[in-house]
């Protein structure tokens, strides 16, 4: 497996800005959000599992996952959190595992917004925090989801604090300044990164 990069950072910290610059680096990015709807596809035995659970309401009528309803009634009780986590998790995980393994990239991308809350930061080599002051954090979120402020606090409160992520950080990316400012520091990474998955490549 090649060098693996974790990104991660709490909503509208940036990660998405992060992820796209590395693209057009031509990493792979294997996303963990993406990874996350990939698990509850119709057909899949999780979604099954969730309709059971939640109700055949939680499905739209094409019969893929109401991600709305179900963000609302999760979000709401820490309990139906807690039980989807621990049915979508371990799906989420060896998804994750067989997409990095199939990577062909000089070094691959890891990005979730829970990197450093499950075993996923157990797969990352090193991990970086896309960090951004809260208020902006909330101000991104609103602006670009249609979000209501009320349910963007909520799923802040539920992700790991600003402080604890930076915390556990190996490198830290400041995006409290332009897209111009954020596309420098990651040209910067690239570049250390690239050195980085060379050098260990000539060590096996």
């Known amino acids: 497996m090649t060098l693996v990069v974790g990104i991660t950072g709490g909503i509208g910290s940036g990660k998405s800005a992060v992820t796209q610059r590395l693209e057009q680096h031509g990493i792979t990015v294997v996303d963990a959000d993406i990874v996350a709807r990939i698990v509850v596809e119709p057909g899949r035995p999780a979604l099954a599992a969730i309709a059971e659970h939640f109700g055949a309401d939680i499905l739209q009528a094409d019969g893929t996952l109401d991600r709305a309803a179900l963000r609302s009634r999760v979000f709401a009780d820490a309990s139906e959190r ?8 371990p799906l989420i995980g060896q998804e994750i595992v067989d997409q990095l393994a199939a990577s062909r990239s000089p070094y691959t991308v890891l990005s979730s917004p829970l990197l450093l809350d499950t075993s996923q ?6 991990v970086v925090v896309v960090d951004a002051p809260e208020a902006l954090q909330l101000q991104r979120t609103v602006q670009r989801d249609s979000n209501d402020e009320a349910q963007v606090k909520r799923i802040m409160a539920a992700q790991l604090a600003r402080e604890e992520r930076l915390a556990l950080a190996d490198i830290v990316i400041d995006n409290s300044g332009t897209l111009e400012d954020l596309n420098q520091q990651v040209d910067e990474l690239h570049k250390e990164f690239l050195l980085r998955a060379e050098s260990s490549r000539s060590q096996h």
């Open 82 to 89: 807690r039980w989807l986590e621990q049915l979508t998790h």
């Open 121 to 126: 930061k157990a797969l990352a080599d090193c």
